[in-house]
């Protein structure tokens, strides 16, 4: 799978990943409002008009990055119908040759994880197998510890997926757990030393260097980015807090190898809400979109 999203982001020139996390708040008034009127204000109308704008902002950036990353909580909120949205989400980029990471961050134990891992594995029903989410990876929460990342690592030795396992996360509050000193190291060292290790597993590994088992890492840690990329020398990357979390791409170019490689970096609020956050109309939600991941994407690669 990284092998894959490697050769897509080369395709593009751009390590970039749109973060799909719409709210009712980021959507247009008036799409709301039509949704609204077709479903009866139901939460089916909460995720029809989701799923309508998720497909504005793919059709924006389909061509000029190489992945989309819808968080599943966004979408679980609505129930059923937000569940729907979040596949048909999940289809419509796949259609449109985007590769898909499931924000999830499943961490549970035993048949509990291996249900789990249907995310990435076909569901075996009536003597054949469905695939039923389509995502090409997922991201996975570690602190159940190894019994909570084995089952989907299992999976992985046969089919091309990936996960990504958090550990350094973006926000402020990560400093109350991961940054705790264990002996003489931070706890998040440990847990990337852990996740360093899962991911040299047989049939693990890619063509390219890196293994299927990624890390998140987030970008508002520089000087953490570029420790951890010391450490984990063959982990992807998936770098989240650029943009309104407030990192900047100065601040990204150490969680990238020597080559420029090696990592992806999320921004969701920043490319889907950018009409809104610019004073544009509704009309202009792709428009925007598109135009500030390709600032994104300059501003990356004046760093790299």
């Keep these: 799978m990284m092998d894959r999203l490697i050769e897509n982001i080369e395709r593009c020139g751009a390590p970039v990943v749109v973060g799909l996390d719409p709210t009712l708040e980021i959507i247009p008034e008036k799409m709301l409002a039509d949704s609204a009127k077709s479903f009866n204000e139901s939460p089916e109308a909460a995720a029809f008009a989701m799923l309508k704008y998720n497909r504005e902002i793919i059709n924006a950036v389909a061509d000029i990055v190489p992945a989309v990353k819808p968080n599943i909580a966004f979408y679980e909120r609505y129930g059923l119908d937000g569940i729907r949205a979040y596949t048909m989400t999940i289809e419509y980029a796949k259609g449109r040759g985007l590769m898909v990471i499931g924000d999830i961050k499943r961490g549970d134990i035993g048949s509990t994880a291996a249900a789990y891992a249907g995310h990435i594995e076909p569901a075996p029903l009536f003597g054949r ?19 909570s990342v084995a ?3 299992d999976v ?12 350094k996360t973006s926000n402020k509050g990560s400093a ?7 002996g ?7 847990v990337a030393g852990l996740v360093s290790a899962w991911g040299e597993g047989e049939g693990l590994m890619g063509e390219k260097g890196y293994s299927k088992v990624g890390a998140v890492a987030g970008a508002t840690h520089p000087e953490v980015g570029a420790r951890l990329r010391e ?3 063959h982990t992807f990357f998936l770098v989240p807090g650029y943009g309104a979390q407030g990192a900047g791409a100065k601040d990204i170019k150490g969680f990238f190898d020597s080559k420029g490689s090696g990592a992806i970096v999320n921004s969701s609020r920043g490319i889907i809400g950018a ?4 004073g544009k109309g ?3 939600v792709g428009k925007a979109a598109r135009a500030a991941a390709l600032r994104m994407i300059e501003e990356i690669g004046a760093e790299l």
């Design 151 to 153: 089952p989907f690592l």
């Design 156 to 167: 992985l030795k046969d089919r091309d997926k990936g996960v990504f396992i958090l550990v």
């Design 231 to 233: 450490l984990m020398p």
């Design 129 to 147: 197998k469905f695939e039923l989410w389509n995502e090409d990876a997922v991201t996975l929460n570690p602190y159940l510890g190894e019994d």
């Design 282 to 284: 509704a009309g202009h």
């Design 275 to 278: 009409w809104k956050s610019e």
């Design 184 to 190: 003489e190291r931070p706890l998040y060292e440990h």
């Design 176 to 182: 109350d757990i991961q940054d705790l000193m264990v």
